[in-house]
């Protein structure tokens, strides 16, 4: 079982920068993608980025050109560059690893770290 904990959330202003971390307890190249999701209250849950193993990426259109998602595959982590942070920013932010194995496709979440981004 892969675990995943995230952090780096907090509270900035409008227009302003924030990095979110996620730390994997294996070898992020042994999963097939890294994903950031967030929720927002009282909405259900989206997708914001994705990076795989081989160094790809992509990104939903809200946050394109805004966020970089990256990778250190010696720490294990994933991390989610945010800037020109924006109001509707404002979520619980969560970690999701895929990985295909005997196939089956399984899916790993973390806890989740809240950004509030204030106007």
């Known amino acids: 079982q892969v675990q995943l904990v995230e952090s780096g959330g907090g509270l900035v202003q409008a227009g302003g920068s924030l990095r979110l971390s996620c730390a994997a307890s294996?070898?992020?190249?042994?999963?097939?993608?890294m994903n950031w999701y967030r929720q927002a209250a009282g909405k259900q849950r989206e997708w914001v980025a994705a990076?795989?193993?081989?160094?790809?990426?992509d990104y939903a259109d809200s946050v394109k050109g805004r966020f970089t998602i990256s990778r250190d595959n010696a720490k294990n982590t994933v991390y989610l560059q945010m800037n020109s942070l924006k109001p509707d920013d404002t979520a619980v932010y969560y970690c999701?690893?895929?990985?295909?194995?005997?196939?089956?496709?399984?899916?790993?979440w973390g806890q989740g770290t809240q950004v509030t981004v204030s106007s």
């Open positions: 294996q070898s992020i190249f042994a999963i097939n993608t």
């Open positions: 999701k690893a895929d990985i295909s194995r005997a196939s089956y496709y399984y899916h790993y």
């Open positions: 990076i795989t193993n081989g160094g790809s990426t």
